[in-house]
């Protein structure tokens, strides 16, 4: 045998060991930190900013959307508020304010743990903006922690859209995060969302990794 082919078959071997080792370790996904924000409605973009507003774009975001140059007040029972809250765009079909369990607290509501845009009995909040205010009946929730990722990265996580599954952080908290639901889109990067609260609580900054594990 050649040292050509000892050379190729020793590349392919180990190329063979390390995908297995990736395997056994689990499903690496980076790790982004979400603050609170809120997604409108057009017809509440301009109660808040007035008629014909358009939302203005700050800095892009996956699967289109995008955060806005624009802020709101969020305001709870007892008229107790968080100011300076992003809009993320574009507008949605129904208004959502996805916050911490902290901000819950402050707020003096309680906000259910919900999937994003499932928002059916949850808390009722107040938004005020420079031209405008609106109370919505239901809306505010804490996000359920999740993972985006396009088909491609599912099929080599062994997921599929709505799993559930557990993921490791090794840091020094050495955290596990279970029920965390798998989002997948072609239009998803990959990405685990936690909100302040956890990260915090796990000494977690965007931009860390976890590792799924069965």
Do not use: W
Not at 114 to 132: E, F, L, M, N, T
Not at 145 to 154: C, F, K, V
């Amino acid at each position: 045998m050649n040292e050509n082919n000892v050379e190729l078959i020793t590349r392919m071997v180990m190329e063979a060991l390390e995908k297995n080792s990736a395997s056994s370790n689990g499903f690496m996904v980076p790790i982004g930190v979400s603050a609170r924000h809120i997604h409108l409605t057009q017809e509440h973009v301009e109660v808040l900013f007035g008629k014909g507003y358009q939302l203005t774009k700050k800095k892009d975001l996956m699967g289109g959307q995008y955060a806005a140059n624009e802020v709101v007040t969020i305001v709870g029972l007892k008229l107790r508020a968080i100011e300076n809250v992003r809009i993320l765009g574009p507008v949605r079909s129904k208004s959502q304010v996805e916050i911490s369990a902290t901000d819950a607290i402050k707020l003096g509501i309680k906000a259910p743990v919900r999937d994003s845009g499932d928002i059916k009995g949850s808390s009722p909040i107040a938004i005020v903006g420079p031209k405008g205010a609106l109370y919505l009946e239901e809306g505010c929730i804490i996000a359920k922690r999740h993972i985006h990722m396009s088909p491609a990265d599912a099929m080599a996580a062994g997921v599929h859209d709505k799993d559930i599954v557990s993921v490791k952080v090794d840091n020094e908290r050495g955290t596990i995060f279970n029920n965390v639901l798998i989002r997948v889109d072609d239009s998803f990067t990959l990405e685990m969302h936690i909100d302040t609260d956890e990260a915090n609580a796990s000494r977690i900054a965007t931009g860390q990794t976890a590792v799924i594990i069965k």
